[in-house]
């Protein structure tokens, strides 16, 4: 191999690296926008301290999380979709891709963080009428979520929709408190309560 042809293959890789980690079998999987990495951090972690928590405290059971599957949603944070250009011929090829890989490997829980990652899987599962850039705000979010956990099936890859962003400039946004409580509780004890239903079929716990 020429070193040219070296120095294309291992940027490739590097990019591959960078953008999964994790076991694409495992049943839970996180799909982030790399334009918003700190999602990871700043609504992630949060949620998954309240959903530890709650499931410690029932069944005395800790989620394994070494394993679980994250994916940056595109490989290339240029070409998410803005208000000129929603989704483009690079998109379209990143949703065919993606939908090979989960229907290969049908993950259980498919958390998306944001409008664009949640509008993404739609596209992926070629759910119906397609929505525009500015359609998902934090109120739809929070409906999508609520019906995510209301028809959750163990027996089906559930899609359940996250915010990006809870806190901005310092000041808490009006999500900060749904539905009277915290957010990242609110979401954290719906969760859990689903991953408790369905213990038994979850490959997820520390042994």
């Not at 490739?12 to 980690?21: A, F, G």
């Not at 982030?32 to 499931?55: C, F, G, S, Y």
């Not at 808490?172 to 969760?191: A, D, P, Q, R, S």
Request: charged share 30%; proline share 5%; no cysteine.
């Amino acid at each position: 191999m020429s070193s040219i042809a070296i120095d294309k293959y291992i940027p490739l890789v590097e990019k591959m690296k960078k953008r999964e980690s994790g076991d694409r079998n495992y049943p839970i999987w996180l799909l982030v926008n790399p334009k918003h990495p700190a999602v990871r951090h700043n609504i992630w972690t949060p949620v998954l301290a309240e959903i530890q928590d709650k499931i410690f405290r029932e069944i005395r059971k800790r989620i394994d999380t070494t394993n679980i599957y994250i994916r940056n949603v595109v490989s290339d944070g240029n070409i998410v979709p803005n208000t000129l250009n929603w989704w483009g011929a690079d998109v379209a090829r990143e949703i065919e891709l993606f939908r090979e890989i989960v229907l290969e490997h049908e993950p259980k829980i498919l958390i998306s963080f944001g409008a664009f990652p949640f509008e993404f899987l739609r596209r992926v599962y070629e759910i119906k009428p397609e929505k525009g850039p500015k359609y998902w705000g934090a109120s739809y979010l929070g409906d999508e979520f609520g019906s995510a956990i209301e028809n959750f099936d163990i027996d089906k890859t559930n899609r359940i929709p996250l915010l990006r962003r809870v806190i901005t400039s310092g000041n808490l946004i009006e999500n900060h408190n749904y539905f009277g409580e915290n957010y990242f509780h609110y979401v954290g004890m719906k969760i859990a309560e689903k991953i408790i239903e369905n213990k038994d079929s979850l490959k997820i716990w520390i042994e």
